[in-house]
């Protein structure tokens, strides 16, 4: 009997609240404080470090050139903006191409950077070799496909195309593909 009273008591007696130190209390707030403000150092430098390396590269992205319309057998030189992201460094270089439609009407783009040592190619400039890229360095020369017939061992690389919207767009550099 007297323990079914003391129980019942016992359930009726307020929750007794543990006190928080005045020490406890500064720890847990001046912690709080600090992590909160190392978290606003700390985050930017996190991001200014990663995002560059998250972004999405410029690969792939072509540059809108000439109308389709303008392009002819002949090889034609033509200029183009290429805006560049290297890490946080944007930068704008000013790109050359030579773009031509061969016989079957397809259109292609050849760069003009010499494959012997990267002097610049020009169409029709040597009377030596008419209808041929001449380099004025050390002669070579090439076909308007970009095989090479003197001096360089490679052929000219070309220019991805794309055509949208009647429309020239080039892209990335890549190994010519057209000279078998
Ligand atoms: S760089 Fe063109 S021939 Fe040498």
New binding site residues.
């Given amino acids: 009997m007297s323990n079914q009273h003391e129980e019942h008591e016992a359930s009726h007696k307020p929750p007794i609240r543990k006190e928080m130190s005045r020490r406890q209390f500064l720890t847990y707030t001046l912690g709080g404080a600090t992590a909160f403000m190392a978290a606003g150092v700390t985050l930017p430098m996190v991001r200014f470090a990663v995002d560059p390396i998250l972004q999405k590269k410029g690969e792939g992205a072509f540059v809108k050139v000439v109308e389709v319309s303008k392009i002819t057998n002949e090889p034609q030189e033509f200029t183009f903006e290429l805006k560049q992201q290297d890490g946080w460094y944007l930068s704008t270089a000013n790109l050359t191409a030579w773009i031509r439609k061969d016989e079957s009407g397809k259109i292609y783009a050849l760069s003009p950077i ?1 494959k ?4 610049t ?1 020009g169409w029709n400039t040597n009377a030596n070799f008419p209808d041929q890229y001449h ?1 004025p ?4 020369h090439y076909t308007k496909e970009g095989k090479q017939l003197a ?2 061992s490679k052929p000219l690389d070309e220019y991805k195309v794309m055509i949208k919207d009647d429309w020239v767009y080039l892209g990335e550099i890549i190994p010519n593909t057209i000279v078998k």
């Fill in positions: 010499c012997h040592l990267g002097c190619i380099c360095c050390h002669g070579a001096v360089a």
